[in-house]
């Protein structure tokens, strides 16, 4: 028989991937654009792009587009997203005790 993966195991897939982590705890202080999340994560500019666009298809990341020139983009947490707060804290906590 078949398992299909649960919505936690997937979770902690996308998590375990290079940047997810840096990604969400810079949400977790608010609404970013894609060169400020580059700045604070130092991830390249495509490890970034796909990261945000798995985090944005697991519904814990939105994305805004703005109709200006120049364009503008806001990346922030969804309701889903906020609700990790609590868990990223702990895992940092966590961290320390390795």
Known sequence: ML?????????????????SFPILWALVRGPQRFSALQQETGLPPRTLSLRLKELEDFALVSRTAYPQVPPR????????????????EALLEWEKTL
Request: net charge neutral; proline share 3%.
């Open 73 to 88: 983009v806001d990346y922030a947490l969804t309701k889903k997203g906020e609700g990790l707060k609590g868990a990223l």
């Open 3 to 19: 398992e299909v993966e649960r919505p936690i195991e997937v979770f902690l897939e996308i998590l375990g991937r290079r940047g």
